[in-house]
Structure formats: structure tokens, C-alpha cells
């Protein structure tokens, strides 16, 4: 019975593994030096190599627009115009939202985590101070994000 229990939470979480599209280790590389942008904000979005949770997609929409999605140990970087924006990070099971107001030359970084769910797990998006994110953020990979700003 507790190896059928196993495999009935675990199967959903590796059926819902999808790859995600890496940028060049130079331009994840650049990401992380984190300079700071004079008439714009900088958010990151990430995700760190945790085992749980570990091989589903987070996707990630800001203001109800497709950004992509994320796999573990990897991050977005958005250069955004000064504005409020809603960040949603969601699974089949899930989702959670985080508006956040940008100042242009302020960083901003946002943390997602996975949850063991019934189905496809649940997620989290919690706001992380600019020492935290960068530390978490240095041994992620930048991905491609679907997102273009207007």
C-alpha cells in the first residue's frame, strides 16, 4: 500500500517535468554580476536546485502575460520600466501572486519553491532581500523568458 501511495504522489511530478530554455552561460554569467540599471528595474524570479518539487515546471506570468516557466536551480531577469506589477507563478494544482511597485536602479528578486501537491504540486512566490536572492542566485542558470515589455 505505501509503494502505491509513493508512486500516486511522485508519478504526476515526474510526468510534469519540462525542459526549459537556457541562455548562454556568458549571459547567465553577466545576469549575476547584478549591475544595477539608472532608468530601469531589475527583477529576478527563481528557483533554487531543491530536491522536492524538483523536476516540475513553474510557469511564470507577469501581468497575465507568459514569461515561461522555470526548472530547478535556474532565473529570469527582467529589465522593467518604473511601474506596479503582478507576478503569478503557477502549477495545475497552484498559484500564487506577488505585485510588486519598481523603482528604476532597485533590485528585486523573488523566490519560488515547489511543494510535494496531490497532483502536480503546489508553489510558493515569497519577495527575498537583495543579499538573500544574490546568494541564492549564484548557482542558478538564466533561462530565456517569453516575456518582451512594451
Same mark, same amino acid.
Given at each position: 500500500m505505501k509503494k502505491l501511495l509513493f508512486v500516486l504522489l511522485v508519478l504526476p511530478l515526474l510526468?510534469? @517535468? /519540462?525542459?526549459t530554455s537556457k541562455a548562454p552561460i556568458e549571459t547567465s554569467e553577466a545576469a549575476k554580476k547584478? %549591475?544595477? $540599471? &539608472?532608468?530601469? /528595474?531589475v527583477v529576478y524570479v527563481y528557483r533554487t536546485g531543491r530536491v522536492v518539487g524538483a523536476v516540475s515546471q513553474i510557469q511564470v506570468k507577469i501581468n497575465g502575460i507568459e514569461a515561461g516557466g522555470t526548472g530547478p536551480g535556474t532565473f529570469f531577469r527582467w529589465e522593467l520600466k518604473p511601474s506596479t506589477y503582478s507576478f503569478m507563478c503557477s502549477t495545475a494544482e497552484s498559484s500564487k501572486v506577488v505585485e510588486l511597485n519598481?523603482? *528604476?536602479g532597485e $533590485?528585486?528578486? =523573488?523566490?519560488q519553491d515547489a511543494r510535494v501537491g496531490i497532483s502536480s504540486g503546489r508553489v &510558493? =512566490?515569497?519577495e527575498k532581500d537583495e543579499k538573500?536572492?544574490?546568494? %541564492? +542566485? *549564484?548557482? @542558478?542558470? =538564466? +533561462?530565456v523568458s517569453a516575456y518582451r515589455q512594451n
Amino acid at each position: 500500500m505505501k509503494k502505491l501511495l509513493f508512486v500516486l504522489l511522485v508519478l504526476p511530478l515526474l510526468v510534469g @517535468c /519540462a525542459s526549459t530554455s537556457k541562455a548562454p552561460i556568458e549571459t547567465s554569467e553577466a545576469a549575476k554580476k547584478f %549591475e544595477k $540599471h &539608472t532608468q530601469k /528595474a531589475v527583477v529576478y524570479v527563481y528557483r533554487t536546485g531543491r530536491v522536492v518539487g524538483a523536476v516540475s515546471q513553474i510557469q511564470v506570468k507577469i501581468n497575465g502575460i507568459e514569461a515561461g516557466g522555470t526548472g530547478p536551480g535556474t532565473f529570469f531577469r527582467w529589465e522593467l520600466k518604473p511601474s506596479t506589477y503582478s507576478f503569478m507563478c503557477s502549477t495545475a494544482e497552484s498559484s500564487k501572486v506577488v505585485e510588486l511597485n519598481v523603482k *528604476a536602479g532597485e $533590485h528585486y528578486f =523573488l523566490r519560488q519553491d515547489a511543494r510535494v501537491g496531490i497532483s502536480s504540486g503546489r508553489v &510558493t =512566490l515569497v519577495e527575498k532581500d537583495e543579499k538573500t536572492g544574490m546568494n %541564492e +542566485i *549564484a548557482d @542558478c542558470q =538564466l +533561462i530565456v523568458s517569453a516575456y518582451r515589455q512594451n
